[in-house]
Each structure stands twice: as C-alpha cells, then as structure tokens.
C-alpha cells in the first residue's frame, strides 16, 4: 500500500514537472502572440494613415489634371468667339456697315 501510494506521488510530481513545461510553453506561445496582435494592430493604423494620405494626394492629382483641361476649354470658346467675330465683321464689311 506504501508502494502505491509512493508511486502514485511520484507519478503526480512527474506529471507537474511536465504540466509546468507545458505551461512555460504556453504563456511563451501567448507572449509572442500578444506581441503579434499588437504589430498588426499599429499596421492597421499605418495604413489608415497611409490611405488618408494617398485620398488627399489623388484629390491634389485630380485637380492638377483638371487644369489643362480647363484652361483647352477656354482658349477653345476664344477661338470660337474670334471666328464668329471676325465672320461677322467680314459679313457687316461686305454689306458697308
């Protein structure tokens, strides 16, 4: 009976030896993972700001690319508004006015 008994406390001692290993393991596992979350959590907020700030640069593009546009339009209505101009002014001169 004194056996037994023996042994069975040895086998506990074993297993908590073991069951402590295993633990270490693990809280080592949960660190390393803690620090994981913690990496793709400031990634995500890089990113944010990186998107905020590739927004705000395709804004400033679109509106540099308007520009030209912008200014072909004007000088066209120009060109428009000289031929009518000078359409009439022939028209009106052969006319006499």
């Given at each position: 009976m004194e056996i037994d008994f023996i042994l069975r406390l040895q086998e506990t001692a074993d297993r908590s030896i073991r069951n402590e290993g295993r633990i270490k393991k693990l809280e080592e596992a949960s660190e390393t993972l803690q620090k994981l979350a913690t990496?793709?959590?400031?990634?995500?907020?890089?990113?944010?700001?990186l998107n905020?700030?590739?927004?705000?640069?395709?804004?400033?593009?679109?509106?540099i690319e308007e520009k030209p546009a912008k200014r072909w339009d004007?000088?066209?209505d120009k060109v428009i508004c000289l031929l009518v101009g000078a359409v009439m002014a022939y028209l009106l001169g052969r006319i006499g006015l």
């Amino acid at each position: 009976m004194e056996i037994d008994f023996i042994l069975r406390l040895q086998e506990t001692a074993d297993r908590s030896i073991r069951n402590e290993g295993r633990i270490k393991k693990l809280e080592e596992a949960s660190e390393t993972l803690q620090k994981l979350a913690t990496s793709v959590a400031l990634m995500a907020q890089q990113m944010q700001v990186l998107n905020d700030s590739v927004g705000t640069l395709s804004d400033k593009v679109g509106k540099i690319e308007e520009k030209p546009a912008k200014r072909w339009d004007g000088l066209v209505d120009k060109v428009i508004c000289l031929l009518v101009g000078a359409v009439m002014a022939y028209l009106l001169g052969r006319i006499g006015l």
